[in-house]
């Protein structure tokens, strides 16, 4: 073993092991909407930073991108939802997310909201995602890790963010304009504008990636 591998196993050890509640939908579960499974679109993944984790896409987010031909999953990462809390931090939570995403059919496409898309871009930097979405993010590194593979990247924040230092610091990181959307983080589950923004991300992904 070499001393950096050595250096790196002793002084970020594997994150315990937690039992991951995982939210999927796919189109073939949906009874309302006629949708059809495209074979060629990545599956997406998505975490947030609140509590609720893998519930809060559940009544909008998995079923709307289910309809658009894609798997959709949703995971909650250690201490939300139903899955146990455990330390870690911000690398074992990112640890969770890559390993939902091992999880998938194919390579997935991986979006997180607020605190969760600090942790969506760690997990990028280890798993070669389709494409990284970062929406309303909140605590990114100021330096954000550059992904392997080098995905597409869309930053979606909220008008009053768009000239944030940390919207700014992202956009610089990535070289990329954000989109903005009307209301608050909050919002983009329930809010008048959350179908539109979603729908806007889902035209962006394409139908291929």
């Known amino acids: 073993m070499s001393l950096q591998a050595w250096v790196r196993r002793t002084r970020v050890p594997e994150p ?9 939908v796919e189109p073939a579960d949906l009874l309302d909407v006629e949708a059809k499974d495209d074979p060629e ?10 509590s609720a984790g893998a519930a809060a896409f559940s009544a909008l987010w998995l079923k709307r991108i289910a309809g658009s031909g894609r798997y959709a999953a949703a995971v909650s990462v250690r201490g939300q939802g139903n899955t146990p809390a455990a330390p870690g931090g911000v690398e074992a939570r990112a640890h969770d997310l890559v390993q939902a995403a091992i999880g998938l059919p194919r390579q997935a496409v991986l979006v ?7 942790w969506a871009a760690l997990a990028a930097a280890r798993y070669p995602a389709a494409a990284l979405v970062l929406v309303a993010p909140h605590k990114l590194p100021k330096q954000p890790p550059k992904p392997v593979g080098d995905p597409k990247v869309l930053l979606a924040v909220d008008e009053s963010d768009a000239q944030s230092k940390e919207a700014q610091a ?27 923004l979603l ?4 035209s962006w992904l394409g139908r291929r990636d």
């Open 112 to 118: 997180g909201h607020g605190a969760g898309a600090a």
């Open 170 to 196: 992202i956009t610089d990181a990535y070289g990329v304009a954000p989109l903005t959307f009307p209301g608050v983080s909050g919002d983009v589950f329930t809010g008048p504008g959350a179908e539109g």
């Open 41 to 50: 679109a990545s599956p997406v993944l998505c975490c947030t930073g609140e």
């Open 199 to 202: 729908d806007t991300i889902l």
């Open 16 to 24: 315990a092991s937690v039992r991951r509640e995982i939210a999927v």
